[in-house]
């Protein structure tokens, strides 16, 4: 069984710093995926980036990059000179090489920008 | 291009009733994912097609529960005799048709359809 572990409920930022928000999963798939998620007041799921168990490189989008530790099994979400936008919940979610039920998330993290 | 469409946005209904939801995934995607998600917590896995077949779901699928996707499309989920408990955010997603891995192929999901159940 997948299990996503994020272990901080909440988290307050100042605006423009960086902010990383930690996330550690366990697997007994070898080839799986880790995916970080936006979800604003609104709802929706907004899908931010991707890391692939046997990329050798951490994987960047934008603002947005991905520490991954295989070893560690942790992939922590980092993002860069933060802005009042980012403020939302972030989820922390993957899916296994045999997978074919979708991702699975963790509780999330509640993000607050502060101005 | 338009994303996942789900309808409605918000259904309220009285205990005991029965509720249809409806989503329209991307076009082009195979794959269809039914999600619930209740305050606080990440959305939990339902059930999934890939194209017409329901190949997995999940325990949370009581028998009260269904999804079809008749012609591979669109997908709805029924929930009969409801429950206060079924009150969550009921989220659809999809994903494309891979030729290589299917699990780095990101999901897109909708905005949801928000069951109360009083």
């Known amino acids: 069984a997948q299990k996503i572990t994020q272990t901080q409920p909440g988290m307050f930022v100042q605006e423009k710093e960086a902010v990383t928000l930690d996330c550690t999963y366990d697997?007994?798939?070898?080839?799986?995926?880790l995916f970080w998620y936006k979800q604003p007041s609104s709802g929706e799921m907004i899908f931010l980036i991707y890391?692939?168990?046997?990329?050798?490189q951490n994987a960047t989008e934008g603002r947005y990059s991905l520490n991954f530790q295989k070893a560690r099994k942790s992939a922590n979400l980092v993002i860069s000179a933060s802005q009042l936008g980012d403020s939302a919940m972030y989820f922390c979610?993957?899916?296994?090489?045999?997978?074919?039920?979708?991702?699975?998330f963790g509780k999330g993290t509640h993000l607050i920008i502060q101005p | 291009d338009t994303g996942v469409s789900q309808d409605p946005r918000h259904k309220i209904t009285k205990r005991g009733q029965n509720v249809t939801f409806r989503c329209d995934p991307i076009?082009?995607?195979?794959?269809l994912y039914w999600y619930r998600q209740t305050l606080g917590q990440g959305p939990e896995f339902l059930t999934y097609?890939?194209?017409?077949?329901?190949?997995?779901k999940s325990r949370l699928l009581s028998d009260r529960f269904s999804a079809e996707r008749p012609k591979g499309s669109f997908s709805t989920l029924e929930i009969q005799r409801t429950e206060q408990g079924d009150s969550a955010m009921y989220l659809c997603?999809?994903?494309?048709?891979?030729?290589?891995?299917?699990?780095?192929?990101?999901?897109?999901f909708g905005n949801g359809t928000r069951l109360t159940v009083t």
């Open positions: 997603a999809s994903s494309p048709r891979t030729t290589g891995a299917i699990y780095n192929s990101p999901l897109h």
């Open positions: 697997t007994s798939d070898p080839s799986y995926g």
């Open positions: 890391q692939g168990s046997y990329d050798q």
């Open positions: 979610a993957m899916k296994g090489g045999g997978g074919a039920d979708g991702l699975t």
């Open positions: 076009s082009e995607h195979n794959r």
């Open positions: 097609f890939q194209n017409e077949a329901q190949l997995e």
